[in-house]
């Protein structure tokens, strides 16, 4: 590449500057090698996510968007983890490992030394800035070719430039170094240019620099940063722009930063949503992941965070108070004060409140499942209902049936898990215990308290429970004097003789009755 006298390029990166098509990338590299010490975690600083996805999944997913010919992860603290994490996002990824962490500069070092020199242009990007837009990046792209850098720096002004490198511009305004802040003098660090830690090099160029680049600085590594000076020292062009949209160029280094960076991603993805046609009442207290999806005119209420690959359809109205993962709401249904994990929620049911949804849950076109109750690993058909206070696991209920509040599937022996059978337009009395593995056939009803332990055929009425003997007197003559006593000999009184009979007659319409609570 022939030396130009650099220019400035202070224009703002905006997609109109990506509207042509920018070259292809040799290759993207993806820096994910640091500790990331002052997260103070267990786990490797990429490695923390946030809107359900890591950052390193995140850098990924941009830099993916560039269909560079080749993806370069550069590994070294926890390195088995970041590099199967670098696979699961980019499959085929391109694995560098940095035995001793000593720099940027020397991260890039270990690549091209690996890799040999690459011809054409190289993006590399850090693996702890989860925020950076694939479509910021693609203008960079654009950007480096169109003036034909030897690098190109995404560059933000931001109201607090503490922590990061600054942009150290000549008397024309062109780019001329890059000071990290421990090595800035006072005048320097008062420039609120930032650099992003985004760049596009020319690949050849750059294998050339960083070899170049020496440790003699404040912290003793080898900064990629240095690539800067060295290039223009050669008589290169290099180039800065400002991205269009500086919150995305935030870097995570603790945890304030990693919940600043997390509210600012959720904020962004429900801002495209809104303007997709969701209603969300309060974005503040609203959370989502990346791979959310919902339609026009869900309705999302506060207090409901959204995991996984959760999908809401059109019409439902989701929350408040509600955490539903990997779940499918479909259109005008209703989840109110609800947890739940891969469950699948019919058109126009209604769920909660107080519901709990685990795996397996299925739950049919206009049912119901109301307030205190869990089900795992079963169906409910359309229109059934399960109202209140029931556990139902390992089941299928068929439709428009009604489970009578304080049901229990019992599906557990202790040993193994045991599934029950319930037909269509059946009714559960309430408090019934269905001993898995049982069924109970169409039409059929059980009666309130009953221990279900075998299989009811279809339209029988099932009783499994003692008869009810009542010993008149009992109260008076065990608790004389008592105002249970006292209550009861002025309700005899009042009620004058009786005539003689059975002691304990039982209606027959209580004996029968499944005794469902209205609905
Ligand atoms: C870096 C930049 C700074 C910029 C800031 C943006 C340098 C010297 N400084 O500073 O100008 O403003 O990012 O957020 O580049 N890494 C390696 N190997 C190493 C060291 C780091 O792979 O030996 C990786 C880290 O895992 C991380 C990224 O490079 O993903 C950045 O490293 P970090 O230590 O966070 O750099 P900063 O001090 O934030
Ligand atoms: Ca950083």
Same mark, same amino acid.
């Not at 992003?196 to 690949?203: E, L, R």
């Not at 309705?299 to 439902?316: D, R």
């Given at each position: 590449?022939?030396? &130009?006298?650099?220019?400035?390029?202070?224009?703002?990166?905006?997609?109109?500057?990506?509207?042509?098509?920018?070259?292809?990338?040799?290759?993207?590299?993806?820096?994910?090698?640091?500790?990331?010490?002052?997260?103070?975690?267990?786990?490797?600083?990429?490695?923390?996510?946030?809107?359900?996805? /890591?950052?390193?999944?995140?850098?990924?997913?941009?830099?993916?968007?560039?269909?560079?010919? !080749?993806?370069?992860?550069?590994?070294?603290?926890? !390195?088995?983890?970041?590099?199967?994490?670098?696979?699961?996002? #980019?499959?085929?990824?391109? +694995?560098?490992?940095?035995?001793?962490?000593?720099?940027?500069?020397?991260?890039?070092?270990?690549?091209?030394?690996?890799?040999?020199?690459?011809?054409?242009?190289?993006?590399?990007? *850090?693996?702890?800035?989860?925020?950076?837009?694939?479509?910021?990046?693609?203008?960079?792209?654009?950007?480096?070719?169109?003036?034909?850098? $030897?690098?190109? =720096?995404?560059?933000?002004?931001?109201?607090?430039? /503490?922590?990061?490198?600054?942009?150290?511009?000549?008397?024309?305004?062109?780019?001329?170094?890059?000071?990290?802040?421990? %090595?800035?003098?006072?005048?320097?660090?008062?420039?609120?240019?930032?650099?992003?830690?985004? *760049?596009?090099?020319?690949?050849?160029?750059? $294998?050339?620099?960083? &070899?170049?680049?020496?440790? @003699?600085?404040?912290?003793?590594?080898?900064?990629?940063?240095?690539? =800067?000076?060295?290039? !223009?020292? %050669?008589?290169?062009?290099?180039?800065?722009?400002?991205?269009?949209?500086?919150?995305?160029?935030?870097?995570?280094?603790?945890?304030?930063?990693?919940?600043?960076?997390?509210?600012?991603?959720?904020?962004?993805?429900?801002?495209?949503?809104?303007?997709?046609?969701?209603?969300?009442?309060?974005?503040?207290?609203?959370?989502?992941?990346?791979?959310?999806?919902?339609?026009?005119?869900?309705?999302?209420?506060?207090?409901?965070?959204?995991?996984?690959?959760?999908?809401?359809?059109?019409?439902? !109205?989701?929350?408040?108070?509600?955490?539903?993962?990997?779940?499918?709401?479909?259109?005008?249904?209703? +989840?109110? *004060?609800?947890?739940?994990?891969? #469950?699948?929620?019919?058109?126009?049911?209604?769920?909660?409140?107080?519901?709990?949804?685990?795996?397996?849950?299925?739950?049919?076109?206009?049912?119901?499942?109301?307030?205190?109750?869990?089900? &795992?690993?079963?169906?409910?058909?359309?229109?059934?209902?399960?109202?209140?206070?029931?556990? +139902?696991?390992?089941?299928?209920?068929?439709?428009?049936?009604?489970?009578?509040?304080?049901?229990?599937?019992?599906?557990?022996? @202790?040993?193994? &898990?045991?599934?029950?059978?319930?037909?269509?337009?059946?009714?559960?009395?309430?408090?019934?215990?269905?001993?898995?593995?049982?069924?109970?056939?169409?039409?059929?009803?059980?009666?309130?308290?009953?221990?279900?332990?075998?299989?009811?055929?279809?339209?029988?009425?099932?009783?499994?429970?003692?008869?009810?003997?009542?010993?008149?007197?009992?109260?008076?003559?065990?608790?004389?004097?008592?105002?249970?006593?006292?209550?009861? #000999?002025?309700?005899?009184?009042?009620?004058?003789?009786?005539?003689?009979?059975?002691? /304990?007659?039982?209606?027959? #319409?209580?004996?029968? @009755?499944?005794?469902?609570?209205?609905?």
């Amino acid at each position: 590449m022939p030396p &130009k006298a650099p220019e400035p390029q202070m224009s703002a990166l905006t997609e109109e500057t990506c509207r042509v098509s920018e070259p292809r990338p040799v290759a993207v590299m993806v820096l994910a090698a640091g500790e990331g010490t002052r997260m103070k975690s267990r786990i490797p600083k990429v490695l923390h996510s946030l809107c359900g996805r /890591s950052m390193l999944g995140h850098a990924l997913a941009a830099a993916r968007e560039l269909d560079p010919q !080749r993806m370069v992860v550069v590994v070294g603290h926890d !390195r088995d983890q970041v590099s199967a994490e670098a696979e699961r996002h #980019a499959p085929g990824v391109c +694995v560098v490992v940095q035995e001793t962490l000593a720099g940027t500069g020397h991260a890039v070092r270990m690549v091209t030394e690996a890799l040999g020199v690459m011809h054409g242009t190289v993006v590399v990007t *850090y693996g702890d800035m989860p925020l950076l837009r694939a479509r910021t990046l693609r203008a960079l792209v654009q950007e480096h070719g169109a003036a034909g850098n $030897a690098v190109t =720096v995404l560059t933000a002004r931001v109201g607090d430039p /503490s922590g990061y490198g600054r942009i150290v511009r000549d008397s024309r305004g062109s780019l001329a170094e890059i000071v990290e802040e421990a %090595d800035a003098t006072p005048r320097q660090r008062a420039i609120d240019e930032i650099n992003s830690g985004c *760049y596009a090099f020319d690949g050849a160029l750059l $294998a050339d620099a960083v &070899k170049r680049v020496a440790a @003699g600085n404040a912290q003793g590594q080898e900064y990629l940063t240095d690539v =800067v000076a060295i290039m !223009r020292g %050669d008589g290169h062009p290099v180039g800065a722009v400002p991205a269009a949209d500086p919150a995305e160029i935030q870097g995570v280094n603790d945890r304030v930063q990693l919940a600043q960076a997390h509210r600012a991603c959720n904020r962004r993805l429900l801002e495209d949503w809104m303007r997709a046609g969701v209603t969300i009442m309060d974005p503040a207290a609203t959370w989502i992941d990346v791979d959310v999806t919902m339609a026009p005119d869900a309705e999302i209420l506060p207090g409901t965070h959204l995991e996984g690959h959760t999908t809401i359809g059109s019409g439902a !109205r989701v929350g408040p108070g509600c955490l539903l993962r990997d779940t499918t709401v479909a259109q005008d249904a209703t +989840v109110l *004060y609800a947890v739940c994990e891969s #469950a699948d929620i019919g058109p126009g049911a209604s769920v909660g409140p107080f519901a709990r949804l685990r795996p397996g849950t299925r739950i049919g076109p206009g049912a119901h499942v109301g307030t205190f109750v869990e089900l &795992k690993n079963a169906s409910v058909g359309d229109g059934s209902k399960v109202p209140h206070l029931s556990y +139902v696991g390992d089941a299928d209920i068929g439709e428009h049936s009604n489970i009578g509040a304080a049901t229990v599937f019992v599906n557990y022996d @202790g040993a193994a &898990k045991h599934h029950t059978t319930v037909g269509d337009h059946v009714r559960i009395g309430s408090d019934t215990m269905l001993v898995a593995p049982v069924s109970v056939g169409d039409g059929a009803f059980t009666a309130a308290g009953s221990v279900i332990t075998e299989d009811v055929p279809p339209g029988a009425l099932g009783v499994a429970r003692g008869r009810q003997h009542n010993s008149e007197g009992w109260v008076e003559r065990r608790h004389p004097g008592s105002p249970s006593a006292a209550a009861a #000999a002025r309700a005899r009184q009042a009620a004058g003789p009786q005539p003689a009979g059975p002691a /304990s007659a039982e209606s027959p #319409a209580h004996a029968e @009755g499944e005794g469902t609570p209205g609905t």
